[in-house]
Nanobody
Framework: QVQLVESGGGLVQAGDSLRLSCAASGRTFTSYAMGWFRQAPGKERDFVAS????????RYADSVKGRFTISRDNAKNTMYLQMNSLKPEDTGVYLC???????????????WGQGTQVTVSS
């Protein structure tokens, strides 16, 4: 069982940066691939980025490549999402997830956090 808690969201202007954190409970953090998804009101939950257990393998949605960076600190049981050059279309609830593989599909992940709101104004 893994419990996930996101933090770091907020209201920013276009072009600003934010860093999201996802703190995980449990002693087997390195066993899990981790991912970030986002969901805007009335829309599907979309893949943003993912990372494998040792932090070497990463994947990104095309819409965030070159602007977002996913990372993890296994000693702290924490995953991060550094978001630069934010755009209004990045607005949504950002959720972290844990699973056995770091695919981009939401059904690859078994555990989910509650989410943190990111709002980017133009």
């Amino acid at each position: 069982q893994v419990q996930l808690v996101e933090s770091g969201g907020g209201l920013v202007q276009a072009g600003d940066s934010l860093r999201l954190s996802c703190a995980a409970s449990g002693r087997t953090f390195t066993s899990y691939a981790m991912g970030w998804f986002r969901q805007a009101p009335g829309k599907e939950r979309d893949f943003v980025a993912s990372i494998n257990g040792d932090g070497i393998g990463t994947r990104y949605a095309d819409s965030v490549k070159g602007r977002f960076t996913i990372s993890r600190d296994n000693a702290k049981n924490t995953m991060y999402l550094q978001m630069n050059s934010l755009k209004p279309e990045d607005t949504g609830v950002y959720l972290c997830a844990a699973g056995l593989t770091y695919w981009s599909t939401r059904w690859s992940y078994n555990y989910w956090g509650q989410g943190t709101q990111v709002t980017v104004s133009s």
